[in-house]
Every structure is written in C-alpha cells, then in structure tokens.
C-alpha cells in the first residue's frame, strides 16, 4: 500500500473501478473514468492537480494497493469544506476480484481515515450501495454508523406518463403561503447534516419578488406545482432549468404518504420531465418508492450513507 501518486496512477485507477463496478456504473460515472483516464495524460492537469489536492474535491488523493507494478487496489479521499468545517468523503474503495477477501479494502480503508484524522477532518463520511452487504458490515467493523439511504431516480428515453386523472387531487401553481410547509417537508427530505456534499439552495425556491430576481440572474428557470385534496396541501414539485448545469427536480411531501398526489403532481406536467436534461432526482429510499415507478421513473442507485462515529480505527 502507497499513496495515490497522481502523475502516474491515475489510468490505472480509472481501469480498476470500471473493472470493478462496470454492471453499475451510470451516465456520471462513465464520464468520471473517461475523465481520469484524460487527465492522467494531460500535462496542465498534471502540473495544476497537486497544488490544489486539499482545496478542491475531487479524487486527487487516497492510497493505492500494488503487484507487480499493477494498481490492485484503491481508495480516494476527497476534501469539501461546508460551514467552516472540513469534511472528508472516502470515496471509489474497490479491490481487483483477484484479489479479494485479502483485508486489502480494510486496510485501504483505515489508512483513509487516518490520513482525514491527521488533517484534523471534522468529520469523515462515506456512501456504499444498499444491497453490499460485505460493505456495509466492514464500514461498521471500522466505526461507520449508517445516517440516511437515498435513491437516484432517472427518466428513461421513452418516458411515458399516465393519463392524468385528477380526482379528488387538485394540481395548482405553487401558492406563497405554502412555503413555510413546503420548507419544513424540504428539509426533511433534504437534511443538512448532507448539505456539504449537495447543497441546498432553498432560497431558489421562495417566494417573493427578490428571489425572483435571484433566480433570474442565476439563470434558473423554476416551475412548481402544489397537489391539494379538500382544501389541505399534499406535496410541492419542483423544476429547475439551469443553462449551464444539470436540471434539478425537488419533492416537497408530507410523512404520510400520497401516492395519488405524487401520480397527479408528475402527470398534470408531462412536458417538463420530457424536456429535461440530465435531470437530478434524489429522494429518500422507502415509502414514496412505488409512487415514483408508478409514474415511469427508474431507480439508479440506492446509497447508504454512512458518518465516521470517532472509534479507533485498527
């Protein structure tokens, strides 16, 4: 085990997670490893990266596990400051399947959070899909506690919406004296104990002239819709097209489940996911689940995530 040395590892690295995690890779993914793959032959990457690998995050720094010459094994540690605080995500742990069950992604693993520790991380997180089980036990044998699991949702091609049948649901632009309902459903939904790794940006989505404002010189075009039955507020949707950035789709929903509200919110507005560009659904996992499906949208990835709880790593 080494450090990740940037200047010569990363196509080998980029070789390992495709190798590793190819049958679950998505769209972002595959555009990450063509970008290590890319930057570890450019020359302005290689002179600008190590002078910016504690101010930026992205997976300029970690530990590698070698053979013979050949990258087996990896893990990377990126920074993110939120807060004023400094966070460590451990991120890309894989292992070569020849080389498994051999404590090379334990050992990878607590040399990352050691290294986080000695740059005095307030804290230390990471994210493992839901259905490894070997993982998820191994991060809690070093300490790990699991703090939310959440589900990336995409369109698919040849999205199709049902007819929509309102109902007793009535779907009405969002009214300003929802707000303070729809907030509290936000953060719910969206806790800030992750806000270091996607920030959220409510004030995008208040009311009033002045976010108006803010909304146009940022360039986002927002679009929200309320589901209401007799009267009382069922959920808020809401759309957000950016120019220069992936398209945002955020659910505002009460505890309770909806399921007819969620139906009547996507399908009284079928041309706004049509019309989407690399759209950005996150939720979390569980309750609201079928709704989603129902609706035609496609779950990508469930992600546990899970905070560094201050034991001794070993």
């Not at 109902?167 to 953060?187: F, T, V, Y």
């Amino acid at each position: 085990m080494r450090p990740l040395n940037i200047m010569r590892d990363l196509p080998g690295v980029a070789d390992l997670i495709e190798l590793c995690f190819s049958t679950t890779l998505d769209r972002d993914g595959r555009s990450f490893i063509d970008m290590m793959r890319h930057s570890g032959h450019d020359s302005n990457f290689l002179n600008w990266a190590p002078r910016v690998i504690e101010t930026v995050s992205l997976p300029l720094s970690g530990f590698v596990w070698e053979y013979n010459g050949r990258v087996v094994g990896n893990v990377s540690l990126i920074p993110f400051v939120s807060h004023g605080k400094k966070v460590y995500l451990i991120a890309n742990v894989a292992t070569h399947p020849e080389f498994r069950r051999q404590g090379i992604a334990r050992l990878l693993t607590t040399a990352s959070i050691n290294r986080a520790r000695e740059k005095h991380a307030d804290s230390i997180w990471l994210q493992v899909r839901h259905d490894n089980d070997g993982a998820i036990q191994l991060y809690k044998d070093l300490g790990f506690e699991e703090r939310a699991t959440r589900t990336t949702w995409n369109v698919p091609p040849d999205f199709k919406l049902p007819p929509y049948q309102p109902g007793d649901i009535r779907i009405l632009p969002r009214n300003d004296k929802e707000w303070e309902s729809q907030k509290e459903w936000l953060a719910r939904a969206y806790p800030s104990t992750l806000d270091w790794y996607h920030p959220q940006q409510w004030n995008l989505l208040q009311p009033g002239i002045f976010y108006s404002i803010y909304r146009f010189l940022l360039d986002s075009r927002t679009t929200q819709f309320s589901a209401y039955r007799h009267g009382k507020l069922q959920g808020v949707l809401s759309y957000q097209r950016f120019n220069t950035q992936p398209d945002q789709l955020w659910a505002a929903l009460p505890e309770t489940p909806s399921l007819d509200a969620i139906t009547a919110l996507f399908s009284n507005n079928p041309n706004l996911l049509k019309r989407s560009r690399n759209l950005v659904f996150e939720y979390p996992s569980g309750s609201y689940d079928d709704a989603f499906q129902s609706v035609g949208l496609i779950p990508n990835r469930t992600l546990v995530w899970m905070k560094y709880a201050g034991k001794p790593a070993t």
